[in-house]
């Protein structure tokens, strides 16, 4: 007959047991997330981008520098910083439809070697399809690689009224299309901005100081993906 004192040896040992086996397998598990997340990582470097290279800047107002002075934008910032020829393609009040529609000539005028897609915004302010808006997103940034072109995707922030509390967060789409489509994206840089009044010339647009911090978080963000040497 087992007595209690090895009975309770025999419990602790096979507790003991029972942990070591948890523990190993939450080691696996996690050395496993460590390794997919490092090889996407990996998966998103991209190649650096030469000096006066051809980069295009799509998006809506944002890209096109509405609320500062002419040369204050961030594409002209980010020109200037990098010796690119950056062509600014924002225009204000554009959807992502009307972006995708107008993108086939851009893509064949000036064949780009990097495409910036910062576009979203007018669709969450008009409360339009989260659908629809993902799906043109997706197709601009299809078009994009179909021309050989890399793609760093900015994300928007979704519609909110904290934004003068200093909240904002980008939709969710943007993070969810850079994981589907392999490519790199740059998120929280207009939360961060226009969340902050000294940096908005109104609600919605920057300030020069803003699209100054805009372009500096852009070009950490180049750098870090290899965008830019």
Same mark, same amino acid.
């Not at 299809?142 to 793609?151: E, G, H, I, T, W």
């Not at 969340?195 to 372009?215: I, P």
């Given at each position: 007959?087992?007595?209690?004192?090895?009975?309770?040896?025999? &419990?602790?040992?096979?507790?003991?047991?029972?942990?070591?086996?948890?523990?190993?397998?939450?080691?696996?598990?996690?050395?496993?997330?460590?390794?997919?997340?490092?090889?996407?990582?990996?998966?998103?470097?991209?190649?650096?981008?030469?000096?006066?290279?051809?980069?295009?800047?799509?998006?809506?107002?944002?890209?096109?520098?509405?609320?500062?002075?002419?040369?204050?934008?961030?594409?002209?910032?980010?020109?200037?910083? &990098?010796?690119?020829?950056?062509?600014?393609?924002?225009?204000?009040?554009?959807?992502?439809?009307?972006?995708?529609?107008?993108?086939?000539?851009?893509?064949?005028?000036?064949?780009?070697?990097?495409?910036?897609?910062?576009?979203?915004?007018?669709?969450?302010?008009?409360?339009?399809?989260?659908?629809?808006?993902?799906?043109?997103?997706?197709?601009?940034?299809?078009?994009?690689?179909?021309?050989?072109?890399?793609?760093?995707?900015?994300?928007?922030?979704?519609?909110?009224?904290?934004?003068?509390?200093?909240?904002?967060?980008?939709?969710?789409?943007?993070?969810?299309?850079?994981?589907?489509?392999?490519?790199?994206?740059?998120?929280?840089?207009?939360?961060?901005?226009?969340?902050?009044?000294?940096?908005?010339?109104?609600?919605?647009?920057?300030?020069?100081?803003?699209?100054?911090?805009?372009?500096?978080?852009?070009?950490?963000?180049?750098?870090?993906?290899?965008?830019?040497?």
């Amino acid at each position: 007959m087992t007595t209690q004192q090895e009975w309770q040896g025999h &419990t602790s040992a096979w507790t003991r047991r029972q942990t070591m086996q948890r523990m190993g397998a939450g080691l696996l598990a996690a050395c496993g997330l460590w390794a997919l997340s490092a090889c996407s990582e990996r998966a998103l470097v991209a190649q650096p981008v030469p000096a006066g290279a051809t980069v295009l800047a799509l998006g809506d107002s944002l890209t096109q520098g509405v609320g500062a002075a002419t040369a204050q934008d961030f594409p002209s910032l980010l020109a200037d910083s &990098t010796g690119w020829h950056v062509v600014n393609a924002g225009v204000s009040g554009d959807t992502s439809a009307q972006a995708l529609a107008r993108l086939p000539s851009l893509l064949a005028q000036y064949q780009p070697e990097l495409v910036i897609v910062g576009i979203g915004g007018n669709d969450f302010l008009r409360r339009q399809s989260t659908q629809a808006t993902k799906a043109n997103v997706e197709a601009i940034v299809r078009a994009c690689l179909d021309a050989k072109a890399q793609v760093l995707l900015v994300g928007v922030p979704e519609v909110n009224l904290l934004a003068s509390t200093g909240w904002l967060k980008d939709h969710a789409m943007y993070a969810e299309l850079a994981q589907q489509l392999g490519v790199p994206l740059l998120a929280g840089a207009w939360s961060e901005v226009l969340a902050q009044e000294r940096l908005r010339s109104d609600q919605v647009h920057a300030n020069a100081q803003g699209y100054a911090e805009f372009a500096q978080l852009l070009q950490a963000r180049l750098r870090q993906v290899g965008l830019l040497a």
